[in-house]
């Protein structure tokens, strides 16, 4: 079992950032892939981002690309995203995940096996 558990979110301007970070416990953080996913009211939960175990390698929708970034640290068994130049369609809930897929990046939700509680990121125009 992995936990995690999202924060960082808060109520920022458009232009503003944020950054969030996903504390994980339980087993072996540094075996799994993690992502994040953001759900906005009314829509489904779409993927923003991916990181391999390792870090080496990174993965964006297209709708974050170049301004948001994912990162992890291992020794600290902490994922995070950095989401610069905000935009009011970047609001919504923000979950993080981890995945057993360690092999390739994966943007399907399904491959994911634990999941966070999500923390709500609200843009203002």
């Known amino acids: 079992q992995v936990q995690l558990v999202e924060s960082g979110g808060g109520l920022v301007q458009a232009g503003g950032y944020l950054r969030l970070s996903c504390a994980a416990s339980?087993?072996?953080?540094?075996?799994?892939?993690m992502g994040w996913f953001r759900q906005a009211p009314g829509k489904e939960r779409e993927f923003v981002a991916a990181?391999?175990?390792?870090?080496?390698?990174?993965y964006y929708a297209d709708s974050v690309k170049g301004r948001f970034t994912i990162s992890r640290d291992n020794a600290q068994n902490t994922g995070y995203l950095q989401m610069n130049s905000l935009k009011p369609e970047d609001t919504a809930v923000y979950y993080c995940?981890?995945?057993?897929?360690?092999?390739?990046?994966?943007?399907?939700?399904?491959?994911?096996?634990?999941w966070g509680q999500g923390t709500q990121v609200t843009v203002s125009s």
């Open positions: 339980g087993r072996t953080f540094s075996s799994y892939a």
């Open positions: 990181i391999t175990w390792n870090g080496r390698n990174t």
């Open positions: 995940a981890a995945s057993s897929a360690t092999a390739y990046i994966t943007t399907r939700s399904n491959e994911y096996n634990y």
